[in-house]
């Protein structure tokens, strides 16, 4: 997904499974598909970002999916990639490599946002956790894209397992494996492998996780001479399944989208191969952006839509917040290559003991903040069991009917407290479970735990307490310590038609207030 440039290695034998490394090529069409996949997500945010400044849809309603869709075509790529680079590259090395490749340009675009911010007089607080990508670690991420970057990160701790355990020659094997595992997961636990913020030990299992997995076979797809002219016709199609699927059967979407991809990618590589396409240094160029332009697109489209009169019409603004992270992603896209390829140069010159450090560190903090987020899970387990028996008599009350949450809140002890605040920042069904994430706040100097009791359906649906750090959110409530953030995924089979869902916010005294959303 985030290489400078894209390189194959042509084989000797095009039927040998394991790819050697004679001759590097640049394979432009796998360049123009990253460009391609980096326009589909600025596509999808810009229409999402101007449906929330103007009130108009007319744009979601058409590329609310490209986001998706893009995101799942970069994993594609980068499991082709990955793949590649485990044939010749040593584990330290690779994962050397990697962390160069993703974090140096990640937090300079933090920071540029940050110093932004604190200009125009609103400022941002970066939270630590946010800077060290790690599965389960926050999701209070200032650019707000970078729920894509621990996925990668973990793809490629899975692949330096890989090389490390010298099982490269297996790693056809292990790819498919790791596609049916996916596919197994996803159909007996759906619930614990949607969303996009999953803690490390389901991500691997994740239904994003499936366009890499099986990007991994691309090279011995394409060696073994499997990719023809009826490929990308074949991708088409489960395309528009896939989009066939969408509300009738998400796992059976997603998994199409996933396929579909990797088909794309292998058709590219397999092109790029045979030379069959001239070069568009442009576009080309553009791939070379592409993880530039992912990072900094979100903040220049929110700083268009409120900038921007609403004098302007719309569709000018539209345009606008496509055109303009482009440009912006020039600029950043040139910086990102001259770090990557600087500091690449000093990272090979160094030799082992730096590699080794590097990847000791990032190990260490894997561990540790994996630790830290597999604890909070246990304290929210035994928050939901000690609110349990609460839960069951406003239940009682309630009767099914969530507009009397209030009134069975009362029923139950508990008083209403109009100094605890909160909001919900998403929420949204999942294969058997609801998803939601947001956060509460004591806003008295006493700083009460609380508990977040979540209701949808009329039915109480599973409780949570807030380990999340969202420090934008404490500089707002003037609160010393800033885990006021919850995200989690319940288990709740039951459906119904109405699409508000409401959250309990309890203190330790009883106190509590009540905030709402809608359930997409």
């Known amino acids: ?20 490394r004679p001759r590097p090529i640049t394979i432009y069409p796998l360049q123009y598909l990253r460009a391609f996949a980096a326009f589909c997500v600025v596509l999808c945010h ?28 970069f994993f594609a790529i980068s499991g082709f990639l990955m793949a590649e680079l485990a044939t010749n590259t040593p584990p330290l090395k690779f994962l050397a490599h990697r962390l160069i490749r993703i974090y140096p340009i990640y937090w300079l675009c933090v920071f540029s946002v940050v110093a932004f911010s604190h200009l125009g007089g609103s400022p941002i607080l970066p939270d630590l956790l946010s800077l060290l990508l790690v599965p389960g670690g926050t999701q209070a991420y200032v650019l707000g894209v970078e729920w894509t970057l621990p996925f990668e990160l973990t793809f490629y701790l899975i692949v330096f397992a890989i090389i490390t355990m010298r099982l490269r020659r297996l790693l056809p094997i292990i790819a498919i494996a790791w596609v049916a595992l996916i596919e197994i997961f996803l159909w007996t636990k759906p619930g614990l492998q949607q969303g996009q913020f999953p803690f490390l030990l389901n991500l691997p299992l994740s239904q994003f996780s499936l366009a890499f997995a099986a990007g991994l076979l691309v090279p011995f797809m394409v060696g073994r001479g499997l990719i023809g002219p009826a490929t ?9 399944c896939s989009e066939a699927m969408n509300g009738i059967s998400s796992i059976l979407s997603s998994v199409l989208m996933g396929l579909g991809c990797v088909l794309f990618v292998a058709t590219a590589v397999n092109a790029g191969r045979e030379g069959t396409l001239h070069p568009r240094r442009s576009l080309a160029a553009l791939g070379d952006w592409s ?34 992270p482009i440009a912006v992603a020039v600029l950043f896209g040139k910086i990102d290559l001259w770090m990557y390829k600087a500091l690449k140069s000093r990272v090979d010159r160094s030799g082992h003991a730096l590699h080794f450090g590097l990847a000791m560190c990032f190990l260490l903090t894997v ?12 304290r929210a387990k035994a ?27 009362n029923a139950a002890g508990l008083r209403f407290d109009d100094t605890i605040k909160g ?8 294969q058997g479970g609801i998803h939601t994430e947001g956060w509460a706040a004591d806003t008295t100097p006493a700083r009460r735990e609380l508990h977040v009791l979540f209701f949808y359906c009329g039915r109480y649906a599973g409780a949570s307490l807030t380990p999340e750090r ?8 003037h609160s010393e310590n800033s885990n006021l953030g919850f995200s989690i995924t319940l288990p709740f089979a039951r459906r119904c038609d109405a699409h508000d869902a409401k959250a309990l916010l309890v203190a330790g005294d009883g106190s509590y207030a009540v905030i709402e959303t809608e359930m997409h």
Request: aromatic share 10%; proline share 5%.
């Open 232 to 240: 990308p016709l074949i991708a088409l199609a489960m395309l528009g």
């Open 423 to 430: 909001y919900f920042d998403n929420a949204y069904l999942t």
């Open 291 to 324: 993880y530039a332009l992912y990072l900094v697109h979100v903040p220049v489209i929110r700083a268009l839509c409120s900038i921007i009169p609403t004098s302007i019409p719309i569709m000018t603004l539209w345009f606008a917040a496509i055109s303009v």
């Open 470 to 477: 969202r420090p934008d959110v404490a500089s707002v409530v």
């Open 383 to 409: 928050a939901a069991a000690d609110v349990a028996p609460m839960a069951r008599r406003i239940d009682a009350v309630m009767k099914g009917d969530l507009s009397r949450l209030s009134e069975a809140a």
């Open 46 to 73: 810009a229409s999402y970002y101007v449906m929330q400044s103007r009130g108009d849809d007319a744009m979601w309603q058409i590329f609310a999916r490209a986001g998706t869709f893009g995101v799942v075509l």
């Open 367 to 378: 561990a540790g903040v994996a630790a830290y987020s597999y604890i909070n899970v246990f």
């Open 1 to 20: 997904m985030n290489d400078s440039t894209l390189k194959m290695s042509l084989p000797a034998d095009p039927h040998d499974a394991v790819v050697k």
